[in-house]
């Protein structure tokens, strides 16, 4: 296997982006458009907070991820997004991205990170990933998302800045 590469997302990786999101089978419709949305504010405006970084190997998209700074906070992050695709994962795509996201954070000045995610099925393997990682449960908000999708918060400390 090739080494992962790792990169600011550039503007051409749109439509791979969305062809990875659909590729995993997990996100409706709104989810995949709400990727989208977020990917153009990234891509139109450097000041709107998202930040994307594209994982590649050989060529290949194989994952991204989307972060950006927490508004009104001192070095709270937010990890929007991080998909990999299905053949790719449990190969280290995933965690080469969430640690991308982390050191860059931390040179930001980052303190901690915080992930949104469902506790449906689909998503079972997305908090045990972060568990992996070595991210707390912090929450579970049951009924968030809709009846029987609950919430659950995980945050990443970061040891320094």
Known sequence: MS????????????????????????????????VLELFDAYRDNPASGYLFISARNAGKLEGFACWGETALTEGAFDLYWLCTLPDAQRRG?????????????RERGGRLIVIWTSATGPY???????????CARMSRIPDFYKPGDDLLVYVKYFEGP
């Open 93 to 105: 795509v995933g965690r080469a991205l969430f640690e991308r996201v982390q050191q860059l954070a």
């Open 124 to 134: 079972a393997g997305a908090a045990r990933f972060y568990e992996r990682m070595g």
């Open 3 to 34: 080494e992962i590469a790792l990169h600011p997302s550039p503007p051409g990786d749109r439509q791979e982006i969305l062809a990875l999101t659909r590729a995993t089978h997990v996100f409706t419709r709104a989810e995949e458009d709400t």
